[in-house]
Structures are given as structure tokens and as C-alpha cells.
């Protein structure tokens, strides 16, 4: 193994804990606030206009913590490529589904959640 390999197999495991950390770390934030947990940056959402927000914020928490899945897979097998170098190719396709289709599936499950907890 070469010193290449090995600096990309510690960047890709250390970027992606970093990331899973982080969504991880957002859903924890959102079960544990008492006004209603935002999506965009710099939005905020009227506790008024939420029906009940201890349900909502916990909805929240866990996409926000199921987001973190392929990120944490990612790293995982990105370290485990040290023993398989197969698994390296396992990390990208994680990488490329949660940056892609995980992207798209937070977004429409924030709406989902928004319009079943949404004072009309």
C-alpha cells in the first residue's frame, strides 16, 4: 500500500465521520428544541403555524439522524478498504447516493413532515 492510498483512505474516512457527525449532531439538536426545528438555512418556523412541535421537532430528528446512514457507512468502508480494496469502491457509491438521492429524499420527507404537522 502507498502513501496515495493511504492519505485518500484517512481523507475519505475523516470527511465522511465529519459529515455523519455533523447530520447526527443536527437531529440530537432538533429532538432537544422546544420551538420548531427549520430545514433551510436562515428560515424559521412560527411555533403557531405547527400543530404539535415536540412531534414535529422529533420527525425531524429522525431524518436528520437517517441521513447520517450513508455517511457513516461511507467511512466504514472506506477504513475497511485498508483489509479489502473493494470496499473503497463501496465508500464512493455511499458517498454518491447520500450526496444525490439523500439529498433529494431530505428534502421531500421535510415537506412530508411540514405539511402533516402545518396549521392550514
Known amino acids: 500500500m502507498d502513501g496515495e492510498r493511504i492519505f485518500g483512505i484517512i481523507l475519505m474516512t475523516f470527511v465522511n465521520l465529519l459529515c455523519a ?40 430528528s429522525k431524518m436528520w439522524k437517517a441521513f447520517s446512514i450513508p455517511f457513516w457507512l461511507c467511512a466504514g468502508c472506506a477504513l475497511g478498504s485498508i483489509w479489502a480494496e473493494s470496499l473503497m469502491t463501496v465508500s464512493i457509491v455511499f458517498l454518491c447516493v447520500g450526496c444525490t438521492v439523500g439529498i433529494g429524499w431530505l428534502i421531500c420527507k421535510y415537506h412530508k413532515i411540514l405539511r402533516k404537522y402545518k396549521i392550514r
Open 21 to 60: 457527525g455533523i447530520f447526527y449532531g443536527i437531529g440530537v439538536w432538533a429532538q432537544k428544541r422546544k420551538e420548531p426545528m427549520h430545514f433551510y438555512t436562515g428560515t424559521t418556523v412560527d411555533p403557531k403555524t405547527i400543530s404539535d412541535v415536540p412531534s414535529y421537532n422529533l420527525e425531524n
